[in-house]
């Protein structure tokens, strides 16, 4: 079992940065698949980000504004959002995947996932 915490959320100016966090518990992190997700009001959850061993993976909207990292010692992942634009509006969700998948590309679907954090409000004014 894996809890997942976030934290790092709130309201910033288009253009900004915040930095979220997720801090997991249990002693097999390193062997997870972390994620991050976003759900928009009325709209379905989306991918953003994941790390895998060393790999990272973005979604097209967010590449080359955010940075998904990990401390594996510290049982923690980060997302920093640089240049945040409105569109970014969203709860976002840390989530944790046990099962092994041979294709990176299939963790980028949240059914793949089996740990999910509550969720952070990120609010970007224009």
């Known amino acids: 079992q894996v809890q997942l915490v976030e934290s790092g959320g709130g309201l910033v100016q288009a253009g900004g940065s915040l930095r979220l966090s997720c801090t997991a518990s249990g002693r097999t992190f390193s062997s997870y698949v972390m994620g991050w997700f976003r759900q928009a009001p009325g709209k379905e959850r989306e991918f953003v980000a994941a790390t895998r061993r060393s790999s990272t993976y973005y979604s097209d909207s967010v590449k080359g504004r955010f940075t998904i990292s990990r401390d594996n010692a510290k049982n923690t992942m980060s997302l920093q959002m640089n240049s945040l634009k409105p569109e970014d509006t969203a709860a976002y969700y840390c989530?944790?995947?046990?099962?092994?998948?041979?294709?990176?590309?299939?963790?980028?679907?949240?059914?793949?996932?089996?740990?999910w954090g509550q969720g952070t409000q990120v609010t970007v004014s224009s």
């Open positions: 989530a944790a995947s046990s099962i092994f998948y041979y294709r990176d590309s299939e963790y980028f679907t949240e059914d793949r996932y089996d740990y």
